[in-house]
């Protein structure tokens, strides 16, 4: 059975700093996916990693994934308050099938001045 | 991407009663998912709803507790039947427009007294 770990569960950091969030998954898959989701909102897409070594950025995020380690990382730099939310990673359940996924338990980082 | 309504976007119902919740595409699409998220947790797939198919459902979710419609490519409803407190979650469809990512409906938040 798939299982998805997300570390740490909770997150504070000051601003202008750097931190990396991490999510490991327990069986084979070759793509994950992040998500963010904003106090009482609905989950927005951030990145869509599709193969081992796959590295996206976009602004002061940037996701990683290592197949073989079965590992994904977010790293955040130079946070800023704008940052402050909860993210999710998701991991297909089947590699046939792409369209169910298993989400981790989120990781809510909260930025302070 | 998608836009993807829902409505209600919030309600508060009785014990033992049921709502139905629904989900509207802007785009025709294969397979909508339902999502729960209960308070302070992460997203657990409920069923994927096929058009002119039977729902399918996850372990632990039955199609007496949740009856799913999905009458056509654009439009899917979630009943919650003979609602507990436990039932009090947000509610969450998505799509697969593309097959690399799902896109999320704003949600519905359900409290039951």
């Known amino acids: 059975e798939l299982k998805v770990e997300q570390n740490p569960l909770f997150l504070s950091m000051q601003e202008g700093k750097n931190y990396t969030i991490y999510c490991n998954y327990s069986t084979t898959s070759d793509r994950l996916y992040w998500y963010r989701q904003d106090p009482g909102k609905s989950l927005e897409s951030l990145f869509v990693?599709?193969?081992?070594?796959a590295v996206k950025q976009e602004g002061r995020l940037m996701a990683s994934l290592d197949t073989k380690a079965r590992l994904s990382t977010l790293h955040i730099t130079a946070a800023v308050h704008d940052l402050s939310a909860t993210y999710f990673c998701a991991v297909p359940r089947l590699k046939t099938s792409y369209d169910k996924v298993i989400f981790g338990p989120g990781t809510s980082l909260s930025v302070i001045p | 991407s998608a836009v993807i309504s829902q409505k209600p976007s919030r309600d508060i119902c009785q014990r033992g009663t049921s709502l139905t919740i629904q989900c509207q595409v802007d785009?025709?699409?294969?397979?909508m998912f339902w999502y729960r998220q209960q308070p302070g947790q992460s997203l657990t797939l409920i069923a994927t709803a096929n058009q002119g198919s039977e729902a399918t459902y996850e372990s632990g979710f039955v199609i007496d507790k949740f009856p799913i419609s999905r009458p056509n490519l654009t439009f899917s409803t979630l009943t919650v039947s003979n609602m507990s407190p436990e039932d009090s979650s947000i509610y969450l469809c998505s799509v697969d427009l593309v097959r690399n990512t799902q896109y999320f409906g704003p949600g519905t938040r359900l409290t039951v007294l």
């Open positions: 785009s025709q699409v294969t397979m």
């Open positions: 990693l599709l193969s081992n070594g």
